[in-house]
T-cell receptor
Framework: DAGVIQSPRHEVTEMGQEVTLRCKPI?????LFWYRQTMMRGLELLIY????????DSGMPEDRFSAKMPNASFSTLKIQPSEPRDSAVYFC??????????????FGEGSWLTVV | LAKTTQPISMDSYEGQEVNITCSHN???????ITWYQQFPSQGPRFIIQ???TKVTNEVASLFIPADRKSSTLSLPRVSLSDTAVYYC????????????FGDGTTLTVKP
């Protein structure tokens, strides 16, 4: 399997612009997660989906952040408008309850966002 | 969900065995213990997972005592390339969203 695939890997944008991050989870996984990592706050869970349905978005910092999962193989995390404090690495991850592996979470390589 | 506590940093030398302990006092019956490794500019990578006693794979061993309130990741004969941040994560088997990463342990392996 190709693993969790994220795009873009790197993005530099100006404050106020819309940013869209994309994720393709591992095929067959029924959970999808969006994490954010910064030096100050470490790894934070922003939102997660189960079977394409958002379950918990309590980690989403503000209304400027939104996430969708229109189907089992695709998800987006959108920031509109972006601000410099949104600069971070955004990880998408997926897992499955049905594989007998204790619901291991597998991460993508991340999208490195810089807002100037 | 169980909060995890790990040492912030550890130093070791090449060829030594490294043990990193994580405490998770409030672990629940259906929680699994998972360890991840993260290199700079990469996503966390799964190392090993266990529920109780001992688990071993090709890269590490995981020791979990009977009360499951702690776990120890053991890396045999580390090399310079094992320098990374190691995270302990308690994952709810029925709902992986019920999990929280701690601050991780920065392991530095010296020649």
């Amino acid at each position: 399997d190709a693993g969790v695939i994220q795009s873009p890997r790197h993005e530099v944008t100006e404050m106020g612009q819309e940013v869209t991050l994309r994720c393709k989870p591992i095929s067959g996984h029924d959970y999808l997660f969006w994490y954010r990592q910064t030096m100050m706050r470490g790894l934070e869970l922003l939102i997660y989906f189960n079977n394409n349905v958002p379950i918990d978005d309590s980690g989403m910092p503000e209304d400027r952040f939104s996430a969708k999962m229109p189907n089992a193989s695709f998800s987006t995390l959108k920031i509109q408008p972006s601000e410099p404090r949104d600069s971070a690495v955004y990880f998408c991850a997926s897992s499955s309850t049905g594989l007998g592996d204790g619901n291991t979470i597998y991460f993508g390589e991340g999208s490195w966002l810089t807002v100037v | 969900l169980a909060k995890t506590t790990q040492p912030i940093s550890m130093d070791s030398y090449e060829g030594q065995e490294v043990n990193i302990t994580c405490s998770h006092n409030n672990i629940a019956t259906n929680d699994y213990i998972t360890w991840y490794q993260q290199f700079p500019s990469q996503g966390p990578r799964f190392i090993i997972q266990g529920y109780k006693t001992k688990v071993t794979n090709e890269v590490a061993s995981l020791f979990i005592p009977a009360d499951r309130k702690s776990s120890t990741l053991s890396l045999p004969r580390v090399s310079l390339s094992d320098t990374a941040v190691y995270y302990c994560l308690v994952v709810r088997h029925t709902n992986a969203g019920k999990s929280t990463f701690g601050d991780g342990t920065t392991l530095t392996v010296k020649p």
